[in-house]
């Protein structure tokens, strides 16, 4: 079998649905398996998994054991050459693994590859190719001063090389993977995806930036800026350096005065409030349904000539693709107050993000 694409899923259900929507129409011709790892989520995404995707493995922990131990274990399950370690809340487009193994298999010393992440607005998100976070490097991130943080040298749509990899989408070769012991399950939540870089490029593999494909990361949705993320993200950070590098005292006293303040050192995930003068449906044909629970008669179009400010636009997944998907978030103008949600094929429910610093709004159709 040529991919294993692992799935981590605590509570966010209808994220789920569209992400395994999306990576099953971009498997369709690669000899794959898609593996769902369940965190013991109050909601209904097991039931949802098994109901609409009998064909998706599924393990149902009957803990929450965290971001590296649920990868661990469906890992250890997966029999892919490579394996994809992909977020709930992530698209994937119908031909992104077909485009990134081709790649893979045309490097020769390749570790992680990753891929160009855009929010549900279309906007790159930077943590898509990072640098090691070594001591002076965190610390002036810390102090807000992120360039040396990120791979500000390779542009964003460049293929090259780039140290650290988000874990919303991280590719690589599954004997890699097992070679420097997956994911370190020290870590609950956050750090863990640097950690793991790290090790691979520590092991003289060449961690790969393919901007050439993008995907969506919605993010809000595993990244609420509270008093257990700043405990979880400085203390993770604390790991990693006390793990990898000498004891540094500066930096150990910026942890541990971003672990005692907590969430003040961080900005707060309230919603973005967006009030759009219209609403204008991307696809085939009126919907009346949506029309009734928007109360507003909704333009149809079948393509975007020009984004329109204070518009939302709603993406039908049932006459567009998610690479037109991609590729409609992906061209707005930066300066457009255009926001976007997605119709999934065949669901009942509306779905986006208008920040990557929120959580994401689920809007139910029936």
């Known amino acids: 079998m040529k991919l294993s694409v692992v799935i981590l899923n605590y509570n966010v259900r209808y994220f789920l649905e569209l992400c395994l929507k999306s990576v099953e129409a971009s498997l369709v011709h690669i000899d794959a398996e898609i593996i769902v790892v369940d965190n013991q989520s109050s909601d209904d995404s097991c039931l949802m998994v098994k109901t609409m995707f ?17 990868n661990n274990i469906a890992v250890a399950e997966a029999i892919g050459e490579y394996v994809c370690i992909l977020n709930p809340d992530t698209v994937v487009a119908e031909n992104t693994f077909e485009d990134l193994l081709q790649f893979a298999d045309q490097q020769s010393n390749l570790g992680i590859l990753g891929c160009r992440l855009i929010d549900g607005q279309g906007r790159f998100l930077p943590e898509s190719k990072r640098n090691v976070p070594r001591p002076l490097i965190a610390i002036k991130k810390m102090l807000g ?31 890699i993977y097992n070679q420097v012991q997956g994911f370190d399950e020290d870590y609950f939540m956050y750090g863990e995806d640097i950690d793991l870089s790290y090790k691979v490029e520590q092991a003289e593999y060449n961690n790969t930036y393919n901007g050439k494909v993008a995907i969506i990361h919605f993010k809000g949705e595993s990244t609420l800026k509270d008093q257990a993320y700043a405990n979880r993200f400085y203390g993770a950070m604390q790991i990693f350096y006390n793990k990898h590098f000498k004891s540094n005292v500066v930096f150990d006293a910026l942890v541990w005065i971003g672990i005692k303040l907590g969430a003040s050192f961080l900005k707060p995930s309230e919603k973005v409030h967006v009030n759009p003068k219209q609403y204008i449906l991307v696809g085939s044909q009126p919907n009346p349904v949506l029309e ?72 139910q159709l029936s």
Do not use: H, W
């Not at 599924?58 to 803990?63: A, C």
């Not at 984004?307 to 939302?312: F, I, L, P």
């Open 54 to 70: 009998p064909k998706v493995k599924l393990i149902e922990n009957k803990d929450n054991f965290g971001f590296s131990k649920g």
């Open 145 to 175: 001063f992120s360039k040396s943080y990120y791979t500000s040298d390779l542009n964003e749509k460049s293929i090259g090389n780039a140290s650290v990899f988000v874990g919303a989408f991280m590719l690589m070769k599954r004997d």
């Open 292 to 363: 009734n629970v928007l109360q507003q008669k909704l333009a149809c179009r079948q393509q975007i000539d020009t984004y329109e400010d204070n518009t939302e636009y709603i993406l039908d997944n049932n006459y567009l693709s998610f690479k037109s998907i991609i590729e409609i978030l992906s061209d707005t103008p930066k300066n457009c107050s255009a926001t976007f949600k997605i119709l999934p094929k065949n669901s009942n429910f509306i779905i986006g993000s208008n920040s990557s610093k929120t959580r994401g709004a689920v809007i």
